[in-house]
Protein backbone atom coordinates (compact mmCIF):
# COMPACT_ATOMS: atom_id res chain seq x y z
CA UNK A 1 0.00 0.00 0.00
CA UNK A 2 1.02 3.55 -1.01
CA UNK A 3 2.39 5.58 1.92
CA UNK A 4 -0.16 8.23 3.18
CA UNK A 5 0.60 11.53 0.71
CA UNK A 6 0.52 14.89 2.98
CA UNK A 7 -0.94 17.23 2.09
CA UNK A 8 2.47 19.78 1.57
CA UNK A 9 3.70 16.77 -0.73
CA UNK A 10 0.79 17.25 -2.71
CA UNK A 11 0.83 21.04 -2.99
CA UNK A 12 4.44 20.43 -4.21
CA UNK A 13 4.07 17.76 -6.76
CA UNK A 14 1.21 19.83 -8.26
CA UNK A 15 3.07 23.13 -8.59
CA UNK A 16 5.39 21.30 -9.79
CA UNK A 17 3.12 19.95 -12.77
CA UNK A 18 2.17 23.87 -12.79
CA UNK A 19 -1.13 23.98 -11.21
CA UNK A 20 -1.71 27.67 -10.10
CA UNK A 21 -4.26 26.36 -7.45
CA UNK A 22 -2.18 23.82 -6.00
CA UNK A 23 -3.27 24.48 -2.27
CA UNK A 24 -6.86 24.62 -2.93
CA UNK A 25 -6.51 21.31 -5.45
CA UNK A 26 -4.70 19.35 -2.99
CA UNK A 27 -7.59 19.98 -0.44
CA UNK A 28 -10.39 18.94 -2.34
CA UNK A 29 -8.34 15.61 -3.38
CA UNK A 30 -7.76 14.82 -0.37
CA UNK A 31 -11.64 15.79 0.27
CA UNK A 32 -12.31 12.96 -2.02
CA UNK A 33 -10.30 9.68 -1.52
CA UNK A 34 -10.68 7.14 1.27
CA UNK A 35 -7.17 5.75 0.53
CA UNK A 36 -3.56 6.74 0.11
CA UNK A 37 -3.10 4.44 -2.83
CA UNK A 38 -6.78 6.46 -4.10
CA UNK A 39 -5.11 9.91 -3.49
CA UNK A 40 -2.04 9.08 -5.28
CA UNK A 41 -3.40 8.13 -8.63
CA UNK A 42 -5.33 11.51 -8.31
CA UNK A 43 -2.32 13.68 -7.83
CA UNK A 44 -0.81 12.06 -10.55
CA UNK A 45 -3.59 12.51 -12.65
CA UNK A 46 -3.94 16.02 -12.19
CA UNK A 47 -0.43 16.15 -12.51
CA UNK A 48 -0.17 14.41 -16.10
CA UNK A 49 -2.60 16.99 -17.00
CA UNK A 50 -5.60 15.82 -16.52
CA UNK A 51 -8.49 18.46 -15.85
CA UNK A 52 -9.26 18.58 -12.39
CA UNK A 53 -12.68 18.31 -12.61
CA UNK A 54 -12.42 14.75 -14.06
CA UNK A 55 -10.03 13.52 -11.24
CA UNK A 56 -12.71 14.74 -8.78
CA UNK A 57 -15.71 13.38 -11.08
CA UNK A 58 -17.67 16.55 -10.99
CA UNK A 59 -17.76 20.68 -11.33
CA UNK A 60 -19.06 22.97 -9.22
CA UNK A 61 -21.84 25.10 -11.76
CA UNK A 62 -24.11 27.53 -10.17
CA UNK A 63 -23.97 26.16 -6.68
CA UNK A 64 -24.51 22.79 -8.01
CA UNK A 65 -21.78 19.92 -7.82
CA UNK A 66 -22.01 18.56 -11.02
CA UNK A 67 -21.26 15.14 -12.21
CA UNK A 68 -17.99 14.83 -15.02
CA UNK A 69 -16.58 11.91 -16.31
CA UNK A 70 -13.53 11.60 -18.65
CA UNK A 71 -13.95 13.03 -21.87
CA UNK A 72 -16.98 15.01 -21.53
CA UNK A 73 -16.94 18.97 -21.91
CA UNK A 74 -16.54 20.69 -18.53
CA UNK A 75 -18.71 23.72 -17.48
CA UNK A 76 -17.35 27.16 -17.46
CA UNK A 77 -18.09 29.47 -14.74
CA UNK A 78 -18.60 32.67 -17.18
CA UNK A 79 -21.36 30.26 -18.16
CA UNK A 80 -23.38 30.95 -15.04
CA UNK A 81 -24.03 34.30 -16.20
CA UNK A 82 -26.13 32.81 -19.20
CA UNK A 83 -28.45 30.70 -16.86
CA UNK A 84 -28.77 33.96 -14.89
CA UNK A 85 -29.98 35.79 -17.99
CA UNK A 86 -32.25 32.81 -19.20
CA UNK A 87 -33.90 32.45 -15.37
CA UNK A 88 -34.40 36.16 -16.29
CA UNK A 89 -36.54 35.94 -19.14
CA UNK A 90 -38.27 32.26 -18.52
CA UNK A 91 -41.50 32.16 -17.75
CA UNK A 92 -43.45 30.10 -15.11
CA UNK A 93 -43.32 26.67 -15.54
CA UNK A 94 -41.27 26.56 -19.27
CA UNK A 95 -40.09 23.85 -21.44
CA UNK A 96 -36.61 23.93 -21.50
CA UNK A 97 -34.17 22.17 -23.73
CA UNK A 98 -30.24 21.81 -23.48
CA UNK A 99 -28.91 21.62 -26.55
CA UNK A 100 -25.27 20.41 -26.98
CA UNK A 101 -25.91 19.80 -22.85
CA UNK A 102 -22.71 18.33 -22.31
CA UNK A 103 -22.70 17.30 -18.55
CA UNK A 104 -26.24 18.93 -18.21
CA UNK A 105 -25.06 21.74 -16.51
CA UNK A 106 -27.06 24.53 -17.72
CA UNK A 107 -30.35 22.87 -17.81
CA UNK A 108 -29.82 21.62 -14.32
CA UNK A 109 -28.72 24.61 -12.99
CA UNK A 110 -31.70 26.47 -14.79
CA UNK A 111 -34.63 23.81 -13.46
CA UNK A 112 -32.96 23.96 -9.62
CA UNK A 113 -34.17 27.67 -9.15
CA UNK A 114 -37.59 26.82 -10.74
CA UNK A 115 -40.47 25.40 -9.06
CA UNK A 116 -41.62 23.22 -12.03
CA UNK A 117 -40.39 23.16 -15.86
CA UNK A 118 -40.23 20.64 -18.37
CA UNK A 119 -36.99 19.55 -18.89
CA UNK A 120 -34.91 17.96 -22.19
CA UNK A 121 -31.26 17.86 -23.22
CA UNK A 122 -29.26 16.51 -26.32
CA UNK A 123 -25.94 15.96 -27.16
CA UNK A 124 -23.75 13.94 -29.69
CA UNK A 125 -21.19 13.12 -26.98
CA UNK A 126 -22.58 9.08 -25.79
CA UNK A 127 -20.69 10.06 -22.25
CA UNK A 128 -22.20 13.45 -22.17
CA UNK A 129 -25.41 12.19 -22.65
CA UNK A 130 -24.40 9.51 -19.68
CA UNK A 131 -23.83 12.52 -17.63
CA UNK A 132 -26.37 15.05 -18.52
CA UNK A 133 -28.82 11.77 -17.60
CA UNK A 134 -27.84 11.57 -13.93
CA UNK A 135 -27.54 15.07 -13.78
CA UNK A 136 -31.33 16.44 -14.78
CA UNK A 137 -32.59 13.26 -13.15
CA UNK A 138 -33.15 15.28 -10.32
CA UNK A 139 -35.56 17.67 -11.87
CA UNK A 140 -37.48 15.14 -13.87
CA UNK A 141 -35.26 15.88 -16.70
CA UNK A 142 -34.57 13.27 -19.84
CA UNK A 143 -31.50 13.46 -22.37
CA UNK A 144 -31.10 12.21 -25.75
CA UNK A 145 -28.46 11.43 -27.97
CA UNK A 146 -28.05 12.86 -31.38
CA UNK A 147 -26.86 15.24 -33.33
CA UNK A 148 -28.87 19.34 -32.22
CA UNK A 149 -32.68 18.56 -32.87
CA UNK A 150 -32.40 15.70 -34.42
CA UNK A 151 -33.02 13.24 -31.33
CA UNK A 152 -35.49 15.98 -29.49
CA UNK A 153 -38.92 14.66 -29.26
CA UNK A 154 -41.04 16.12 -31.90
CA UNK A 155 -43.96 16.93 -29.85
CA UNK A 156 -41.53 19.59 -28.20
CA UNK A 157 -41.56 21.75 -31.96
CA UNK A 158 -43.31 24.69 -31.39
CA UNK A 159 -43.60 24.68 -27.28
CA UNK A 160 -39.95 25.21 -25.90
CA UNK A 161 -39.95 28.28 -24.01
CA UNK A 162 -35.84 28.66 -23.23
CA UNK A 163 -33.33 26.95 -25.61
CA UNK A 164 -29.80 26.75 -24.12
CA UNK A 165 -27.45 26.33 -26.78
CA UNK A 166 -24.24 26.01 -25.32
CA UNK A 167 -22.55 25.20 -28.92
CA UNK A 168 -19.02 25.20 -29.80
CA UNK A 169 -17.80 28.84 -30.51
CA UNK A 170 -14.06 28.36 -30.89
CA UNK A 171 -12.64 29.40 -34.73
CA UNK A 172 -10.94 25.67 -35.89
CA UNK A 173 -7.45 27.52 -35.88
CA UNK A 174 -7.63 28.30 -32.53
CA UNK A 175 -8.61 25.14 -30.74
CA UNK A 176 -4.67 24.44 -31.21
CA UNK A 177 -3.92 27.41 -29.13
CA UNK A 178 -6.03 26.78 -25.90
CA UNK A 179 -5.08 25.17 -22.87
CA UNK A 180 -4.08 21.51 -22.97
CA UNK A 181 -6.64 20.40 -20.22
CA UNK A 182 -9.10 21.43 -22.91
CA UNK A 183 -7.91 20.50 -26.05
CA UNK A 184 -5.92 17.12 -24.92
CA UNK A 185 -9.05 16.07 -22.59
CA UNK A 186 -12.42 17.64 -23.88
CA UNK A 187 -14.01 16.14 -27.12
CA UNK A 188 -13.12 18.33 -30.43
CA UNK A 189 -16.91 18.49 -30.67
CA UNK A 190 -17.67 20.54 -27.97
CA UNK A 191 -14.37 23.13 -28.60
CA UNK A 192 -14.09 23.42 -32.40
CA UNK A 193 -17.08 25.66 -34.36
CA UNK A 194 -15.99 25.73 -37.46
CA UNK A 195 -13.53 28.28 -39.78
CA UNK A 196 -15.38 31.27 -38.00
CA UNK A 197 -16.27 29.59 -34.81
CA UNK A 198 -19.71 29.68 -35.62
CA UNK A 199 -20.25 26.79 -37.99
CA UNK A 200 -23.01 24.64 -35.17
CA UNK A 201 -24.25 28.27 -34.60
CA UNK A 202 -25.82 28.73 -37.92
CA UNK A 203 -27.12 25.70 -38.05
CA UNK A 204 -29.26 25.72 -34.63
CA UNK A 205 -30.49 29.34 -35.72
CA UNK A 206 -31.28 27.74 -39.16
CA UNK A 207 -33.98 25.83 -37.59
CA UNK A 208 -34.45 27.01 -33.81
CA UNK A 209 -37.86 29.30 -34.81
CA UNK A 210 -39.32 26.10 -35.67
CA UNK A 211 -38.88 24.68 -32.30
CA UNK A 212 -39.47 27.51 -30.04
CA UNK A 213 -42.53 28.60 -28.69
CA UNK A 214 -44.03 32.42 -29.83
CA UNK A 215 -41.91 34.81 -27.52
CA UNK A 216 -39.76 31.67 -26.74
CA UNK A 217 -36.20 32.37 -26.62
CA UNK A 218 -32.68 31.10 -27.60
CA UNK A 219 -30.05 31.95 -25.75
CA UNK A 220 -26.26 31.40 -26.42
CA UNK A 221 -22.45 32.61 -25.25
CA UNK A 222 -20.24 34.11 -28.16
CA UNK A 223 -17.04 35.91 -27.84
CA UNK A 224 -16.89 39.70 -28.50
CA UNK A 225 -15.45 39.63 -31.78
CA UNK A 226 -18.16 36.96 -32.98
CA UNK A 227 -21.25 39.19 -32.00
CA UNK A 228 -21.86 41.14 -35.28
CA UNK A 229 -21.94 37.86 -37.15
CA UNK A 230 -23.92 35.70 -34.32
CA UNK A 231 -26.50 38.30 -34.22
CA UNK A 232 -26.49 38.33 -38.36
CA UNK A 233 -27.52 34.49 -37.66
CA UNK A 234 -30.20 34.60 -35.07
CA UNK A 235 -32.19 37.37 -37.39
CA UNK A 236 -31.78 35.26 -40.06
CA UNK A 237 -33.33 32.70 -38.57
CA UNK A 238 -36.42 34.81 -38.19
CA UNK A 239 -35.71 35.62 -34.33
CA UNK A 240 -35.24 39.42 -33.00
CA UNK A 241 -31.58 39.48 -31.15
CA UNK A 242 -30.20 41.37 -28.37
CA UNK A 243 -26.80 41.30 -26.58
CA UNK A 244 -26.02 40.75 -22.85
CA UNK A 245 -22.49 41.24 -21.29
CA UNK A 246 -21.11 40.81 -17.93
CA UNK A 247 -17.88 41.90 -16.43
CA UNK A 248 -18.25 40.07 -13.48
CA UNK A 249 -18.13 36.77 -15.65
CA UNK A 250 -16.21 38.06 -18.65
CA UNK A 251 -19.08 36.62 -20.64
CA UNK A 252 -21.27 37.60 -23.68
CA UNK A 253 -24.58 35.77 -24.27
CA UNK A 254 -26.93 36.91 -27.40
CA UNK A 255 -30.43 36.01 -26.54
CA UNK A 256 -32.70 34.83 -29.89
CA UNK A 257 -36.69 36.04 -29.37
CA UNK A 258 -39.29 34.34 -31.82
CA UNK A 259 -42.39 37.09 -32.09
CA UNK A 260 -45.02 36.13 -29.93
Not at 24 to 51: F, Q
Amino acid sequence: MTAPLTEPAIVSRLRAAGCVFAEDEARLILSAVRTPDAAAAMVERRANGEPLEHVLGWAMFCGLRIAVEPGVFVPRPRTEFLVRRAHALAPPRPVVLDLCCGSGALGAALASGMDECVLHAADIEPAAVRCARGNIAPYGGTAHEGDLFEPVPAELRGRIDVLLANVPYVPTGDVALMPAEARDHEPRSALDGGPDGLDVLRRVTAEASHWLAPGGRLLFETSERQVAAAVAAVEGGGLAASVATSEEFYATVIVGAKPV
